[in-house]
């Protein structure tokens, strides 16, 4: 599966961006999505994940109550609204698809990378 993520941009600290991950190749309902985020510097981390089916979604704590993860299976397409943005939130955004049996954290379980997309939230 090929993924394709975009949809970032410079936004304003409390503002919104959605981020798109849409899939070619391969039907996107046989994977679970995850979104990873890499600032410069840092380590790549887990920012958000679903299952296949939509009905499950797990986020990192410091995005939690703030971004939105969900699916349309129909249109092979995973999405990240991401609410009230802080600078903190500034990275490359990533999308990942895992043939795992279980949603992960572990960015090694992700066999399949989106090119990444940049995310910058201004102060």
């Known amino acids: 599966v090929q993924l394709q993520a975009s949809g970032g941009g410079l936004v304003q600290t409390g503002g919104s961006l959605r981020l798109s991950c849409a899939a070619s190749g391969r039907t996107l309902s046989n994977y679970i999505i995850g979104w990873f985020r890499q600032a410069p510097g840092k380590e790549r981390e887990f920012v958000a994940g679903?299952?296949?089916?939509?009905?499950?979604?797990y986020y990192s704590n410091s995005v939690k109550g703030r971004f939105i993860i969900s699916r349309d299976n129909a249109e092979n397409t995973v999405y990240l609204q991401m609410n009230s943005l802080r600078p903190e939130d500034t990275a490359v955004y990533y999308c990942?698809?895992?043939?795992?049996?279980?949603?992960?954290?572990?960015?090694?379980?992700?066999?399949?990378w989106g090119q990444g997309t940049q995310v910058t939230v201004s102060s």
């Open positions: 990942a698809a895992s043939q795992g049996a279980s949603l992960t954290t572990t960015s090694a379980q992700y066999a399949y």
């Open positions: 679903i299952n296949r089916s939509g009905g499950f979604t």
